[in-house]
């Protein structure tokens, strides 16, 4: 796990990391070209706001703040807040918006329950490529050298609020959980029991005050992203695990730690 990223507002400086534009450049054959933007991962998390909404997709990076006025009204869903200046792909998961908004989104025509292909539907808004942070040091090191490895806590603009190593994360209180889990390809079912620390335990004490539920995003070192309500991380049953059947968790069964 690399990082957790909490729908938490902050001010402060950021380098901008956008390349800037070049029109007018000569290609081989003397016609004029289009240079693309490229668009660091910290740039989108700066625009994360209503007024100001960037979203990644799918390698491109898109300005949403118009579109959001456009899409149909989803009572409830307010997901330009919850989803403006980070990955989409993140908010793709069946709990990032709750059963009832299974496909909505700004991929999604809420009212007459059809998606719709979303890089066509934002081709609009496109500002450039995005370029995705790079995997830290430590995470390619793994396993060789867990001890470097870090879980960050991060506001929605990236914003560091908290850091922890896995021996940190297991002084907390033990959590234990059975799950039953289903293979996709031969249905067969078998029972893992996991142990690790419950999200409630890591997650700030003191929260910005919102007319909806927020959400919570988990980030894998692999750069995969999954988001649940924070009403849904709070609940007793989720823990970051970092051992399996009473044995630490290998690069097979998704250590150093996992979301359960």
Request: charged share 25%; glycine share 10%; net charge neutral.
């Amino acid at each position: 796990m690399r990082s957790m990223r909490l729908p938490c507002r902050a001010h402060g400086a950021m380098a901008v990391a956008a390349m800037a534009l070049a029109k007018g450049t000569k290609g081989t054959k003397g016609r004029s070209e289009e240079v693309e933007v490229v668009i660091k991962e910290e740039e989108v998390r700066r625009h994360n706001q209503v007024s100001d909404a960037w979203i990644s997709f799918n390698g491109a990076v898109y300005d949403i703040t118009k579109y959001v006025h456009r899409h149909p009204p989803c009572p409830g869903l307010n997901w330009a807040e919850r989803v403006a200046g980070r990955r989409f792909e993140d908010f793709l998961g069946r709990d990032a918006f709750g059963p009832a908004h299974l496909g909505c989104g700004p991929d999604a025509n809420c009212s007459a329950g059809m998606k719709a292909g979303l890089t066509k539907l934002l081709e609009p808004y496109k500002l450039g490529r995005f370029q995705a942070a790079a995997p830290s040091p430590a995470a390619e090191l793994w396993p060789e050298e867990g001890g470097l490895l870090r879980l960050r806590l991060e506001g929605a603009d990236g914003q560091l609020l908290q850091v922890f190593t896995v021996d940190e994360l297991k002084k907390y209180e033990k959590s234990t959980r059975k799950v039953t889990h289903k293979c996709t390809t031969s249905g067969n079912l078998n029972q893992q029991e996991w142990t690790g620390v419950w999200i409630g335990e890591l997650l700030p004490k003191h929260r910005v005050e919102r007319s909806y539920d927020p959400l919570v995003t988990f980030v894998g070192m692999d750069g995969f992203g999954y988001s649940m309500f924070l009403s849904r991380a709070l609940k007793e049953d989720v823990i970051l695990a970092y051992e399996q059947n009473g044995e630490a968790l290998t690069t097979e069964t998704g250590g150093p730690v996992r979301l359960v």
